[in-house]
């Protein structure tokens, strides 16, 4: 396979990872109780399509023209840098934590999600020979590592007292 294809396809495997991350968060939101976890879902959603256009851009770029071009990469939310103690629910979500089944999965999944994330861009920069587009990778690996680090906060924040209220004692 020429490595014009090859570049192709691992950008087309990108899309899809973006598309998968983006449907699972769109379905979170939509299943989520508290309004600031939906809003915090929604908001992993949007990224995920922003990094969806600019992987398609780069896509079209290398099919159409042999240039390795983006869309202009918008600034990253530090979805971390928050002055409440949790940045996705609410405290009054935290005291109905024995209902939190749906979102503590959510939040299992999405960790599982962002890290094959992680680890699929930084093998990708790493194996591509254009330097934008191992930036292009890096960046996105960044981006992700933003994600993964608001949802293991976010676990943190509740598990203790989730497996309190289902009582659940790993130890």
């Known amino acids: 396979m020429e ?40 908001s992993l959603a949007n990224d995920e399509t922003n990094h969806m256009q600019i992987l398609k851009s780069l896509y079209q770029s290398i099919k159409e023209k042999g240039e390795y071009k983006f869309d202009e990469v918008k600034d990253m939310k530090h979805i971390l840098e928050t002055t409440s103690e949790s940045p996705i629910f609410s405290k009054e ?52 590592g933003e994600h993964l680090r608001a949802l293991v906060k976010q676990q943190k924040f509740l598990q203790e007292d989730y497996w309190t209220e289902a009582r659940f004692y790993p130890f």
Not at 95 to 112: D, K, P, V, Y
Not at 115 to 126: D, H, T, V, W
Not at 134 to 141: C, E, G, P, R, V
């Open 93 to 144: 979500f935290k005291e109905r934590i024995e209902q939190a089944q749906f979102e503590m999965t959510a939040l299992s999944i999405g960790i599982l999600l962002e890290k094959n994330s992680i680890e699929f861009y930084k093998r990708s920069a790493q194996q591509s020979e254009h330097e934008q587009v191992k930036m292009l990778f890096n960046y996105l690996a960044d981006w992700e």
């Open 3 to 42: 490595k014009t294809d090859q570049l192709l396809e691992v950008v087309k495997n990108a899309i899809r990872v973006e598309n998968d991350g983006f449907q699972f968060y769109r379905l979170a939101e939509e299943k989520a109780k508290d309004p600031k976890g939906k809003e915090f879902f929604a």
